[in-house]
C-alpha cells in the first residue's frame, strides 16, 4: 500500500521574483540519465555550462561557475571569497537584498560600512564617490535589479567611481541577468553572480559567478583562509578548471537543466530576449495603470524583470494574491520590508515573460478588483 498520492501540482503561471515558469525542454533534459560527477560526459557538460555562462554575462572571465546553490550561495561566495578579517568594504544597499549584502559581509569581519537609499531609489555615483574619498574601501557591493523595490540600479559612472578609488565592483544580477542588457565586461565588475531560477528559467540551485582577473588576485593573495569551506572558489575552481579535482559532488542533473536552460537563451538570442522583456513589461505597465493602479518606481527607475505596484486602499493584499493563486492559478509576491502590505511584486522573468501571462494577470486583477 501506497502511504502517499503521486505528486501533482497544478500548473501554475509564475509571475513572482523567482522562480519563474521552466521551459519543458528544459525539465526533459533533466531527467537524462545520472552520471558520474567525474564521468568524460559530465566534464564535457560543464564545459559547455562555463562556455554559455560566458556567453550570457557576456564576459571572457575564465573563472566562470555554477555555485551549487541557490542565488544566496552566489551573494556568500562573492563576499566571502575576497574579503578577509580587517578588510574595508562599502555595501550600498537600497532593499531587502542589498540588505543581505551587508547582512553577509558583517560576518566576515569585515571593517563594514553600509549606505542606504530610500527603498523605490536608486544610487548616485556622486553619492559613492563621496563616501569612497572620505573611507576607502576594498571591495564595493550593489544590487543591479532590487527584487524588493523593482529598482534597476544604473551602474556605469558607479563602476567608473569604485575602479578610480581602487576597489573591486561586486554586482549581484540575480534579477537581471538574461533579462535586461547587462555585461559583466563592458560594466567592468569584478564580481558578478545570479540565481539560476530567475531570468535563466532553469529550477533554482544553482547560482552563476563569475570572476574577473583582479579579483582571482585578491583570492590568489589572501592571508587567511576562506571562511567557507563549501563556498571556496579556489578549491571549487580545481574541479571546474582543468585540474578537475574532487571537491563536492556536483548537482548532476541541475547541472543538465542549467545547459539546456542556456542553450534555450542563446539559441532566442540575447538581444531578442531583452526586446521581448522590453515589450511584455511596458505591456504590463500601461495595463495595470489602465486598471488605475499606481507603479512605485518612476520610470526612468523601472526594473523591467519586476514590477512593484501599490496595493490600492480598502484591498486586501494577501487576499487578492491567494485568489490570484487559487482561481486563476498565477503566482505573484507581496512586499518584503518596508513595501510589506503596500505593494505587489510582478516578475516578467525569462520563460514567464509572454504576452499571454500578462494579459491572464490584467484579466484576474480586473475582475478580483
Ligand atoms: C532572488 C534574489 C536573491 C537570492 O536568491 P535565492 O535564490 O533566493 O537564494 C538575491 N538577490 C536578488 C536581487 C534576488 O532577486
Redo the contacts with the bound molecule.
Sequence with gaps: MSLYTDLDTAPRILLG??PSMVPPRVLRTMATPVVGHMDPQFLAVMDDVKELLRSVFVTQNELTVPVS???????EAALVNFIEPGDPVLVCHA?Y?GE??AEIASRTGAELRTLAAPWGEAFSATQIAAELRAHRAKLVAI??????TGVQQPLEEISEVVHAHGALLLV?????LGGVPFSVDTLGADICYT????CLSCP?GL?PITVGSHAVNVLADRHSKVQSWYLDLSLVRKYWGTDRVYHHTAPVNLNYALREALRVVCEEGLENVFARHAAVSEMLWQGLEDLGLTLMVSPDLRLRT?TTVRVPDGVDDAVVRRRLLHEFNIEIAGGLGAFRGKAWRIGLMGHSARPENVLALLGALERLL
Aim: a neutral charge; glycine letters at 22%.
Design positions: 521574483p523567482g546553490g541557490t542565488g544566496s550561495a552566489g551573494m532593499g537584498f543581505r549584502i544590487v543591479h535589479g532590487e527584487t524588493s549581484d544580477a540575480v534579477a537581471s540565481g539560476s531560477q530567475k533554482p547560482a519586476l
